[in-house]
């Protein structure tokens, strides 16, 4: 049994590591650590605990933390605050998932400008492992420090990879309109996350400067040049469209009352007349030998049929009378999009089949 | 006062009219009639209208039902069956306002494709005043049948109106991402509005396909050939951007577990540069002396701001790094996107202050 | 026209009462005092006022308000400041409603023992008019203050009052169990609000220890002494039920997620037997003349019929396999349950038509 | 692996045991038998199944279902039809877990007047067991037939037991004031089930009169005469309540509108003063063993605690002033208070440790 811990275990993220880790037939929890709640038992945090081997858990603060005593260590934290931990943790012999955004740029220049914060670690930044499996999963065996992608960026990315190099697509055109649940807006105290101000109602906010739109943008033109030893099937930097060598994403963001969940809706025009068994063939050829990646060929996907696992789903409609393409991803953003996707780069890491701890389906109704 | 009925009463359609209409203090209900619920007593059915002067009515079968006794007459039916009943009305003297989309075409060409349904009164369609007052209200004032809008519609046409005539604007790049709370759906028995199915849920439907899709792209370019006495300040023939003769619509609609509203968010690529200062300019030009729709300068529009009233709110941003606007336009679909425009249709036609019985503000929280 | 103003403008239930009044056909809003907020326009926070005449208020601060200006003045604050506010209003020519819990006992032990604050005011307190109008008529329309009854125990006494002079009825066997929607607690920063810690979740709360407990044992127990000059057809003092002198009153108040609304279910035990139609009668005699509260004969109250509207509706059943009683009372908490009560009593204050201003039937769906 | 199979499999709790029991590691699922998708494949009906061992199956009908391959058959169908069901299934070799009320009664008038059906099997209806497993391992463990507790009854039952012989309770006076999700009431076709008629409203329905109220009261009557060999540490019949031989329960079922968990708040008369600490001990002794039953000591449960687990969770709280006890017990009615139940006993039957394939969880946020 490996051990592993958390940093920052008491926010949303961390609980959900926790629910996944501590029934995890390969792993052990060592230690949880919580700069607001040190000292105190979890379970009486978040009472779910109570009857899980967890129950008697008491909550660590950073300073009495061996880093060594664990071989992996997954940091769920504020971006900023994120690279001065990995900075102490590192090199200390653990390996480290890191959920925040510090470590998912290569280009800290356009980490820098989007996230408005000076990279203090940049020979960390340089040798992290971006950790969307599916796009990366040879680097991210190998890797001390992976870069845990966002939540939007996962549903995003999944949707657009398998087009990014079909010769048809207009690349400079991508448009993605984004649905997600408030449970990816963290625990924090903000009157906007109120139960009534959300519930019954819906926003848009941040459109073109959510920094997880730099995110999806800078990893799909990473793709194409050829960053990553990717697994999906139709890559082929021979076929990598023309005419658009960067691929340019407008992002916008939605706040809507549900409480896990990412549906975002791709729009991206073709160059050429295609037609839909042309496009199904496209992402089965990506994800077909994919566990958690589903492309529906005759629906579209709801959320309701991911929530509470880790599984992505795809479905899409392409519209003659515009040349348009309609891609709709779903996936949960506690899970695909966070700490599912963290526990599948694990299970890469650690050499474990890679959906262990991960087969739960939705929980549905 | 007026005497107005309502056929169609006890869908939600109807019982937000009668909600609307029995405290209107210029009209006067005179029958609700309903085909499935004939002979019951409204309160047995809807209890909310116990304590109003409601309270003792009883629904009355369309054969009881004597056309030339109303002043006014909503229909709130399906398409297809209403065209039939508006036939068997028209001519007797009272005014019609139709909340189907089977009088919202002219061109029925297209209505035949999109419904589906054969047209069978096609002189009563080409005398319809489309019901947008913002873009047509002489016309309303004179009509004597007038085509409601769709809900979707609504909330897309009065967010990218003020655009059509920009000449900066590429209307060939329309694409309309809306969501919609699930009282749009109407009270049909359908499982996939079970609140099992929907709750915490959400998902895209009928991309490209959707009717409403046809409507606002009909009526954009309507009014791009002048076909409405606009009162959009903005409107310029002369203006009007050349290159893209037409504007080309693609609309994909969601559905989220709310109960009443639309968000529209639309995106559209500019062929040259702007600022958000000339956009406002644009939208203020066209909305200043508009009450029902209000611009907002510096925040983006939320669902609660406009739920329970007769308000549209929008908001945009105009995004240099990518030459695109993106404009975020919300209505509530009950009321501005169904019920409230047909009271706004009839306050037009009866020559009463434009926001009689409309006055309501959001109901928040 | 009146001139109204609020203090603690920019709670929910200050919006609330803004809502009311600036559509009340017979006052005109003349301050809003917020502390927080003094200064700020009130359409950048509440966007939804942007098309009202509201529109262009500013905020005041306390220092800058003259109670001699208005005729009336609502206080919407919390409990223990509500006081000293109150006490520097007093005497100055303005009506006073009060919306805490300050004013509504007379018997300030009990007042200090379930609030733990000193009155400071009981000069004040002893002459308060108790404010639900179904019970107070005649002394609320000569109060100079009136003492707003809380949420809870409005949907709460009006279940139970026609009870209490029921010979049959066992009182010291009332036990009430109230579900409420979220609003109910304010727009607090309180992590248990947050939408993810509330929604598709419910818990009880303060069993047996709420402070509306106390008060609505202590009303119905000053009603049983002949406090009140009620209306309640039923009350005859010779009729008080003997054997149970007192009232107690075990209450457990739970929250659920909706965004408005109290349901009370109301458990009695009774002496004797009885039937549904002896029991009927009683509530009919009580509330025949009400407007606001609706007696269901036939079925029972859903929170959708009256969220929304200042309507309070009743039903029962008589169960006689256990000789026990259940009553369920359902009212929309801001409005029955706050503002629209505080609005019903300004209109007796002020001698208009009880329901000016509140003719609102419930928003649904 | 046991082989195991369902009838009834795409209703809600069909689906749920399908979630459950394709990741169960002692059992492999052989028929899925539904009536109305026969012939279709499942993950066309739930896309949640796609990315599972379930992905290609198909469903069948009762005809082509051979119940000597199962090792053990679940029945989840209406009551009426389950015991036809059981009757043609039994004494072919598989042990049965049904989940209707047709198997819960031993005494048959009293499900023959709660239900309104003739039962059909006397004979079969006296040897099942019933499936509440805390109350009733060791026959459970022997049975052929077990029937699974309805899920009202289950939260009911748990948070009631062990003050079943608590010499100072007051067995008379004991009031069940429940709240369900709407996933309790199954996939039906209802008006009142669609999303726009129950989110944010809540209503109370059959008080007094609902199925499971005689189920609770006569579980609780059964276990006062000894009739299970429970594992419930407190109890003894020599302790047996007296002067109170017979539990009488007054059950209101609520609607509330989350997606799953029951609440159930339960009000007991104390017939001599306790303390908050002979209570806890009476919990504890009771559940110490227990691993689905956590009594927590100094708070209340919350649905979101055990939402997605097979736990249930209980609170309490002692009021010295009017003599009561207040219980509150949670579980998720999907779970503890269906599917989870059944796969408990299916695990007692099949010798498995208790909590095989029932370790998740609550799924929070």
Redesign the interface.
Known sequence: MKKVSIIGATG?VG?ELM?LL??HSEVKIKDLISKSSAGQRLTDL???????ELNNYQLKAMEDFQAEASDLIFTALPHGVSQNIVGELSGKGAKIIDLSGDFRYHDLDIYEEWYGVKHKHPELAAEAAYGLVELNREQIKKADLVANPGCYVTASLLGILPMLSFSKADLSSI?I?A?S???GAG?S???N?????????????S???HRHSSEIEYIANQFLKGEYDSDLKTFNPADISTGADRA?I?F?P?L??????I?A?I?LNLKESSSEAEILELFQQAYNEE??V?V?AD???????????N?A?IGF?Y?Q??A?L?I?SVIDN?LKGAAGQAVQNMNLIFGYPENTGL???????
């Open positions: 949303y609980i629910r501590h029934q978040y009472p779910q605990f109570r009857g899980s448009i309109d649905k649940g408030v449970s625990r105290l903000k009157e996350l109120l139960f009534t101000e959300t519930h019954n109602s819906m926003k848009a906010y459109p073109a400067v340019q407008l916008t939605h809507v009352p549900i409480k896990r969940g549906l809706t729009y566990e958690f589903q529906l629906q579209l996907p709801e959320i309701k049929n991911v929530a509470g696992s599984f789903q409609k519209d009378r515009t348009r309609i709709v506690m087969k739960a389906t939705a929980l549905f109704p």
